[in-house]
């Protein structure tokens, strides 16, 4: 009787290992690796439903980072250079970089608004007051000056507009609800239709130029699930991987998922990956 050399019970165990029960990579022919996955996803209150016939790609970066990278080569510009870019008084460009709003006919600039912010700059002056004119504002204060006196007597023109500015930002401290209207006017000075309008085209660039970026500097393969919801790759080089729907949503009932899930080939085995709600990210809260 032969007795095993320890070579012998080396190789023994390698293959034991590699029949192991459960074990997340299985013998693969030839020196490459292999892929095997199932995409599934769980409606609230419902089974798992296969996600078929949906391309998923196998990359060799996160498409996280890749959109990170992407991003950083195509910022956004930003708030304060755009604000000093605006036809607008610099009072106004100071208030502006000042608060976080943005839109100047939202309702909710009323919240923000104060006596000394109307009195201050001209835009919300000539605003609040054309939005209280014609009487309809009860108690108003009404200026003694003329325009003509600017130039015929500076002093006295100087004298009464501030009595009278003094007057107003009274009032107005008094009388908050006379703000209410004021938006309506302010609609010419709005920067809100323009930097939305940036913010937009700059988003829509960067959902189209992620993708392709994705596809031509990092895509190793890519397959279609079947009805199943079940897809294989095989002949890859042994490394890092990642699972990516590349922005795209997959969606059963009332869920809608992406992925950019780690996986790790091995030469001469099969990966076996599970896609599923547990590692996916919703697409309500997904960036590209």
């Known amino acids: 009787m032969r007795i095993p050399t320890k070579f012998t019970v080396f190789l023994l165990g390698l293959m034991l290992a590699g029949?192991?029960?459960?074990?997340?990579?299985?013998?693969?022919?030839?020196?490459?690796?292999?892929?095997?996955?199932?995409?599934?996803?769980?409606?609230?209150?419902?089974?798992?439903?296969?996600?078929?016939?949906?391309?998923?790609?196998?990359?060799?970066?996160?498409?996280?980072?890749?959109?990170?990278?992407?991003?950083a080569a195509d910022p956004l510009p930003a708030r304060e250079k755009?604000?000093?870019?605006?036809?607008?008084?610099?009072?106004?460009?100071?208030?502006?970089?000042?608060?976080?709003?943005?839109?100047?006919?939202?309702?909710?600039?009323?919240?923000?608004?104060?006596?000394?912010?109307?009195?201050?700059?001209?835009?919300?002056?000539e605003a609040y007051l054309h939005s209280n004119s014609g009487g309809v504002t009860a108690g108003l204060p009404r200026p003694k000056y003329k325009e003509t006196d600017k130039t015929a007597d500076p002093e006295r023109y100087k004298a009464l507009r501030e009595e009278y500015l003094a007057a107003?930002?009274?009032?107005?401290?008094?009388?908050?609800?006379?703000?209410?209207?004021?938006?309506?006017?302010?609609?010419?000075?709005?920067?809100?239709?323009?930097?939305?309008q940036i913010r937009s085209e700059h988003r829509h660039r960067l959902e189209r130029r992620i993708p392709e970026i994705a596809q031509t500097s990092y895509l190793a393969a890519k397959a279609d699930t079947d009805l199943d919801g079940r897809a294989a790759l095989s002949g890859l080089p042994a490394g890092d991987y990642w699972l990516s729907t590349l922005g795209l949503d997959a969606a059963a009932g009332d869920v809608r998922l992406r992925w950019d899930v780690a996986v790790r080939v091995e030469a001469g085995r099969t990966t076996h990956a599970e896609l599923s709600n547990l590692n996916g990210t919703e697409a309500r809260s997904a960036k590209p």
Do not use: C
Not at 90 to 107: G, I, N, P, Q, R
């Open 168 to 196: 107003l930002r009274k009032f107005i401290t008094a009388n908050l609800q006379t703000l209410g209207g004021m938006e309506a006017y302010l609609d010419g000075v709005n920067p809100a239709r323009q930097w939305n």
């Open 19 to 71: 029949l192991a029960p459960g074990a997340r990579a299985q013998a693969a022919p030839g020196g490459a690796g292999a892929l095997e996955f199932q995409a599934r996803i769980t409606p609230t209150g419902a089974r798992p439903e296969p996600v078929r016939q949906f391309t998923f790609y196998l990359l060799r970066k996160s498409y996280a980072e890749i959109a990170r990278e992407a991003e």
């Open 82 to 125: 755009f604000i000093d870019g605006l036809k607008v008084s610099a009072k106004l460009k100071e208030w502006l970089k000042k608060h976080e709003a943005m839109d100047l006919t939202s309702s909710e600039i009323d919240d923000i608004l104060t006596a000394d912010d109307i009195i201050a700059i001209p835009e919300f002056l």
